[in-house]
């Protein structure tokens, strides 16, 4: 699962910048360590002049990454693909 949060307002959005774990590792109340990043969030307003392709390419920017670190964490290699 990956989870994709686009904040939207001018609200402090500092709760879902933390869910973002770009900077830190997650744990959880325990003390347990999240195994990987699943969360891209991106404020809108950072992005309300710029054409609506920032915006998607920022927003998806984390996608590939998190696909990559789930087949790796379940120990599945990546099919070999044959040209079509």
């Known amino acids: 699962m990956s989870i994709i949060i686009v904040g939207v307002g001018n609200a402090d959005f500092a709760a879902m910048e933390f869910l973002d774990g770009d900077n830190r590792v997650l744990r959880s109340y325990t003390g347990e360590e ?3 990043d699943i969360v891209q969030f991106v404020p809108f307003r950072e992005f309300r002049s710029a054409p609506k392709e920032t ?3 920022a927003v998806l920017a ?3 990454q998190q696909v990559v670190q ?3 964490h379940q120990n ?3 099919l070999s693909s044959e040209p079509a």
Do not use: G, I, Q, V
Request: aromatic share 14%; net charge positive.
């Open 34 to 36: 999240a195994m990987r």
């Open 55 to 57: 915006l998607a390419k």
């Open 62 to 64: 984390e996608l590939p």
């Open 70 to 72: 789930y087949f790796k």
């Open 76 to 78: 599945l290699p990546p």
